[in-house]
């Protein structure tokens, strides 16, 4: 029987299961609906599905380096005491070495792409689901590339809660790409430097730093200057290289690099959870939940 786009979308809308499983849960039932349900519930992809619509905002961001590539990624579940399940590390050093082994462009490539077992990502992901009894979902992920002339730096907060990824050119030296990854998981920028700002952002900028200028009553003729100035601290706010390093106040960050003959060529921060509903729920019950599973 033919497996038609109208079938699979609606075995996904009844059980959530990925779009490869459930056409090939149909082409082993020959397109019976009901039965190719339980083929998944069977396969353990169906319970991983139930819990498709509970929040995910606790998890861990992880950091995986081989050779020349390396990987940031945020992986989410239910509650922060999963985070130290070994189950769930487990989980998150397969993903960061199968995202450095297949460099997929998105998470929904990568979850479709087979894994060293011959399943796909998806699959393992859903059959921690069903191991550890949480929604897990891989959320995001940056990877980077990098010549011999380049060095990765990376750092972990709190087991994982933010995570940073730096990549520098001019040094061998990974302390100093670390100490950059730390300064990033702290101050949070947003832009390597101001030539990364895009100009309608900055211009963006000005007209609101003038129109503030003139409504403190300050001279036209001095508000010009006073808008630069101001764009100063704007850059210092969101561009890495213009701000106080973390462990040295008194020094730039582009200073610090460049005393090791370094640059930054690129940066990745994850916060889990960042621009996530969060689940409301007592530290009691959340206790009580655990132990009922």
Same mark, same amino acid.
């Given at each position: 029987?033919?497996?038609?786009?109208?079938?699979?979308?609606?075995?996904?809308?009844?059980?959530?299961?990925?779009?490869?499983?459930?056409?090939?849960?149909?082409?082993?039932?020959?397109?019976?609906?009901?039965?190719?349900?339980?083929?998944?519930?069977?396969?353990?992809?169906?319970?991983?599905?139930?819990?498709?619509?509970?929040?995910?905002?606790?998890?861990?961001?992880?950091?995986?380096?081989?050779?020349?590539?390396?990987?940031?990624?945020?992986?989410?579940?239910?509650?922060?005491?999963?985070?130290?399940?070994?189950?769930?590390?487990?989980?998150?050093?397969?993903?960061?070495?199968?995202?450095?082994?297949?460099?997929?462009?998105?998470?929904?490539?990568?979850?479709?792409?087979?894994?060293?077992?011959?399943?796909?990502?998806?699959?393992?992901?859903?059959?921690?689901?069903?191991?550890?009894?949480?929604?897990?979902?891989?959320?995001?992920?940056?990877?980077?590339?990098?010549?011999?002339?380049?060095?990765?730096?990376?750092?972990?907060?709190?087991?994982?809660?933010?995570?940073?990824?730096?990549?520098?050119?001019?040094?061998? #030296?990974?302390? !100093?790409? @670390?100490? +950059? $990854?730390? &300064?990033? *998981?702290? =101050?949070?920028?947003?832009?390597?430097?101001?030539?990364?700002?895009?100009?309608?952002?900055?211009?963006?900028?000005?007209?609101?730093?003038?129109?503030?200028?003139?409504?403190?009553?300050?001279?036209?003729?001095?508000?010009?200057?006073?808008?630069?100035?101001?764009?100063?601290?704007?850059?210092?706010?969101?561009?890495?290289?213009?701000?106080?390093?973390?462990?040295?106040? #008194?020094?730039? !960050?582009? @200073?610090? +690099? $460049?005393? &090791?003959? *370094?640059? =930054?060529?690129?940066?990745?921060?994850?916060?889990?959870?960042?621009?996530?509903?969060?689940?409301?729920?007592?530290?009691?019950?959340?206790?009580?939940?655990?132990?009922?599973?």
């Amino acid at each position: 029987m033919a497996i038609t786009a109208k079938m699979v979308k609606e075995l996904r809308e009844k059980t959530g299961a990925g779009m490869m499983d459930c056409k090939k849960a149909l082409q082993e039932t020959d397109g019976n609906i009901e039965k190719a349900i339980d083929y998944l519930r069977e396969k353990g992809i169906a319970s991983a599905a139930k819990k498709a619509g509970r929040i995910a905002a606790e998890g861990s961001a992880y950091v995986e380096i081989e050779n020349n590539t390396a990987v940031l990624f945020e992986v989410n579940c239910e509650t922060d005491f999963v985070t130290k399940n070994d189950q769930f590390k487990q989980l998150l050093d397969q993903i960061g070495k199968h995202l450095v082994k297949h460099t997929p462009e998105n998470v929904e490539e990568a979850l479709q792409q087979k894994t060293d077992n011959g399943e796909t990502l998806e699959v393992v992901i859903n059959s921690a689901v069903a191991k550890i009894g949480e929604k897990l979902s891989l959320r995001r992920f940056t990877i980077m590339t990098k010549t011999d002339q380049d060095v990765f730096g990376s750092y972990l907060h709190m087991g994982g809660s933010i995570g940073a990824l730096t990549l520098l050119e001019g040094t061998s #030296d990974e302390s !100093v790409a @670390k100490d +950059v $990854a730390m &300064h990033v *998981a702290a =101050v949070n920028p947003r832009y390597v430097s101001r030539d990364d700002v895009a100009a309608s952002e900055v211009d963006r900028e000005r007209e609101v730093l003038k129109t503030q200028a003139l409504n403190e009553g300050k001279p036209e003729h001095i508000v010009e200057k006073m808008v630069e100035g101001r764009l100063g601290k704007f850059f210092e706010e969101i561009c890495l290289l213009d701000q106080s390093f973390v462990k040295d106040p #008194d020094t730039k !960050v582009k @200073k610090f +690099v $460049a005393n &090791h003959n *370094a640059t =930054v060529k690129a940066f990745a921060r994850y916060e889990v959870g960042e621009g996530m509903e969060k689940r409301e729920e007592n530290f009691a019950e959340e206790v009580m939940s655990q132990i009922k599973k």
